[in-house]
Structures are given as structure tokens and as C-alpha cells.
């Protein structure tokens, strides 16, 4: 069979032809646009994080309804990843990617439009609208891996999540000189960040829109072999069906949606164990703050392992720290130091899973429905976090914050026995 590659012309559309010598170049160019989306959405989408919870004990009155703000978020990342997914694999990444920043950005409007008007049920439905900010970051680490090589999909994959880290950074002290502008005017000093991160989705979607192209998924499929551009292979439905005919794309999945279900329920009731000891907020903030520059600083090297010694060893890696993290954080006590120490520890093994069992999942299924696997894989990973992060607070209450990372390991078993299982069978079936 004569790959794609080997041809002169390979139609990526009705009017933009790639060959085979463009493709180095076409590749980096993606990969700068897909890092400036990143960038501008990682502004926005913290300022959702670290005020939405305050929003909705000014608007609704209740400091115990200040949870469902931030549930709200993640409730609509979770829905919104398979219209998105449908989209995209209907149409491509760009289109998918330029929707969700619209559906963020107006999200973010009727955030601050239900705090002029007093309506938490509006308060809501604009954080879920928010989410799907988050839905386009994490739907932009795939859009690397459409064009990246087999051998380079880690690294491509782990460029995107790094450029998180600088949005992430900035986002937060940006809010609140934002905050200030609006002082004396109607809107709130808590909503007006809220419409700066508007402004930053709405110009994510101008530069993914006007400069992701030609477009990298609809690019990957003309570049597949002829046998592989099935459209019949691209819905749902067949996403679903390349799950369950692959292990490795099993494992993939179990790994996204666990690394971070564990990493969610630890780092969201930190906080309060650290006030619990006897933290203010500035102590608080650097101690997430470390976690955040586990997370995305160092996905790079990350990217690295998984290509360099494989993706099974790479989620070895990524059990490996988040157990350790959650013995350090669990065990922690008073000690801040160490409490620090464990959250980074979590950010890093956050970044090992998620690189590695992205690009897993990648490397397992067919083209055509990569894209419709990739949002199911979001969908697991947000609803499972979801839950977690819920019930985590039960935990805490119940029976305390070492018992919260005790459960939180024994999540990753199924995991680390997957993981496990596939490792052995790759000998016998070499043999």
C-alpha cells in the first residue's frame, strides 16, 4: 500500500494542497498557534477557578451554595466535550476549538450579567458556559498530536500543556488589578476579571480561527493511508467501539480520567486542611501555586520519558508520584513544607499521567475516530473529577485529610494493575 506521504499532492481541502516537504513546517506552525490559544485560554479560565466561589455567596447570600459555582464549571467542561468532539470530527479542530472559546466567552458575560440582576440560577448557567474554556484547553493538547510523528506525539502533547503554565501564572494576578478597574462602576470588583477573561476567549477564538490552517485533523486524515479515511469511522459511536476493541486505548483512558480524579480530590480540599493548621492566604496561595508549576512547568520533560522510554513506563512514573504525594501530603499535619512538597509532587504526576495516557490513547485507535475517543476521554476525565472533588469533601468531614490521599492512592490500583498487565503482555506477544 502507498502511504499518503509518498504523494505529490496530498488535498487537505479545496484550496490549501500539502506535501510531504511542507509538513516539518506545517507541523511547527501549529504547534506556535495551538501555544498562543493555550496561553490566552489559561488567562481566562483561572479567573473562573479562583472567584467563582466567592461570586456565588455574593449573589446568592449562602456561603454554603459557594461550591456549585465551581461544580457548574465542571459540569459543563464534562458536557460540552462530545458536541465538541462531534464537531471537531465532523469538521475539524478549528471550528471545534473557535466554538468553545465563543461558548466561554459568553459564559463569562452572563457570569457578570447575573451579578447585576441578582440570579444565582443565571450565575450558573454562565459558569457551565465558562467550562467549555477548559473543554477548548484540554481538546488543544490532541489538535498537537493530529500532525506530530509517533515518536514526537509526548512532546507535541506536553508544548501545548506547558504553555498552560504562563496563563495560569499570570491569570491570577491579573484578576485582580482587573477587579480594580471596575471600581465604582456597576459591576462588581469580583465580576469585572470575568470580563477580561471574555476579552481573552474572544481573541483565543480570532487567532485559532484565523491562523489554524489548514486545519490539523481534517490535514492528518488526508495524510492517513487511503484504507484509513473511512468516514464510517468517525462517529460516536465507532469512538466507542475503538475503545473496547483496544487494551491500550482502555489503559489510556483509565489513566486520564484517574490521574486526575486523584489529583482534583487532593488539591481541592488542601486549602482547607492548610487553614485547618493554621495558614493565611498568602501560604495557601504559594503552596497552589507550586502545585500549578508541577503540573504544567515541567509536562515537557514529561513529553520526553513518554517518547524516549515509552508511555507504559511513563504511567508507571505517574502511580509512582501520585502515591508518593498523597503520603507526603496525607502524613503532613502541621508541616507546611511538606504539604507544599506533596501538592508539587501531585502537580507532576498530574502531568506524567496526563501526558503519557494522552498520547497512549492517541497512538491506539484508528484516525478517523481519534477525535470522537479524544472526547470521550475528556468526558471521563471532568466527570470523574467531578465526582471526586464532591465527594472529597465528605471525606474530609467525615474522617479527615489523611484518609482523603489514603482513598485517593487506592484509586490508583486499577491504574497501576492495567498498566501492569499490559507491560507483561508486550513480551509475549513480541515472543
Known amino acids: 500500500m502507498t502511504n499518503a506521504l509518498d504523494a505529490p499532492d496530498i488535498p487537505t481541502g479545496p484550496r490549501r494542497p500539502v506535501t510531504a516537504a511542507q509538513l516539518p513546517a506545517l507541523r511547527r506552525r501549529t504547534s506556535a498557534v495551538l501555544v498562543a490559544g493555550q496561553i490566552l485560554g489559561g488567562l481566562g479560565v483561572p479567573t473562573g477557578i479562583a472567584l467563582a466561589p466567592v461570586l456565588a455567596t455574593q449573589v446568592s447570600g449562602s456561603e454554603s ?153 481534517l490535514t492528518a486524515r488526508a495524510l492517513a493511508p487511503q484504507d484509513d479515511r473511512s468516514a464510517g469511522g468517525r462517529s460516536l459511536r465507532a469512538g466507542l467501539a475503538a475503545v473496547r476493541a483496544s487494551p491500550m486505548a482502555r489503559l489510556a483512558l483509565v489513566t486520564v480520567a484517574l490521574s486526575h480524579t486523584a489529583m482534583v480530590s487532593i488539591m481541592v480540599m488542601t486549602p482547607v486542611d492548610l487553614g485547618h493548621h493554621g495558614a493565611d492566604l498568602q501560604l495557601i496561595g504559594l503552596v497552589i501555586s507550586g502545585h500549578i508549576a508541577g503540573m504544567y512547568a515541567f509536562s515537557p520533560v514529561m513529553g520526553w520519558l513518554s517518547d524516549r522510554f515509552g508511555r507504559l513506563a511513563v504511567i508507571g512514573l505517574a502511580v509512582g508520584l501520585l502515591s508518593c504525594a ?99 503482555s508486550r513480551p509475549a506477544a513480541a515472543a
Open 65 to 217: 451554595l459557594s461550591g456549585l459555582a465551581p461544580t457548574a464549571s465542571v459540569t459543563g467542561t464534562a458536557l460540552l466535550s462530545l458536541p465538541l468532539a462531534a464537531l471537531m470530527t465532523s469538521r475539524g479542530r478549528r471550528p471545534g476549538l473557535v466554538l468553545a472559546y465563543l461558548i466561554g466567552a459568553l459564559g463569562a458575560g452572563l457570569v457578570v450579567l447575573s451579578t447585576l440582576v441578582g440570579s444565582f440560577p443565571l450565575l450558573l448557567l454562565g459558569m457551565a458556559g465558562f467550562g467549555a474554556g477548559s473543554s477548548a484547553n484540554l481538546q488543544a493538547r490532541f489538535a498537537a498530536a493530529d500532525l506530530a510523528e509517533p515518536d514526537r506525539r509526548g512532546r507535541a502533547i506536553s508544548t501545548v500543556i506547558w504553555a498552560t503554565t504562563i496563563g495560569s501564572v499570570l491569570g491570577p494576578n491579573i484578576a485582580a488589578p482587573a477587579g480594580r478597574f471596575f471600581r465604582g462602576t456597576s459591576i462588581s470588583e469580583t465580576a469585572g476579571p470575568f470580563l477580561l477573561a471574555a476579552a481573552v476567549f474572544l481573541i483565543a477564538a480570532a487567532v485559532l480561527g484565523g491562523l489554524l490552517r489548514p486545519d490539523p485533523l
Open 326 to 424: 498523597a503520603l507526603l501530603a496525607g502524613t503532613a499535619g502541621a508541616s507546611h513544607g511538606r504539604t507544599a512538597a506533596g501538592l508539587f509532587v501531585l502537580g507532576l504526576g498530574w502531568s506524567a499521567g496526563m501526558v503519557a495516557g494522552s498520547a497512549l490513547l492517541t497512538d491506539s485507535v484508528p484516525q478517523p475516530a481519534r477525535a470522537a475517543v479524544q472526547g470521550l476521554s475528556d468526558l471521563t476525565m471532568n466527570t470523574a473529577a467531578g465526582i471526586g472533588g464532591a465527594v472529597a469533601g465528605l471525606i474530609v468531614s467525615q474522617a479527615g485529610y489523611g484518609t482523603l490521599n489514603a482513598t485517593a492512592a487506592c484509586l490508583l490500583l486499577p491504574m497501576a494493575a492495567l498498566a501492569l498487565r499490559r507491560a507483561l
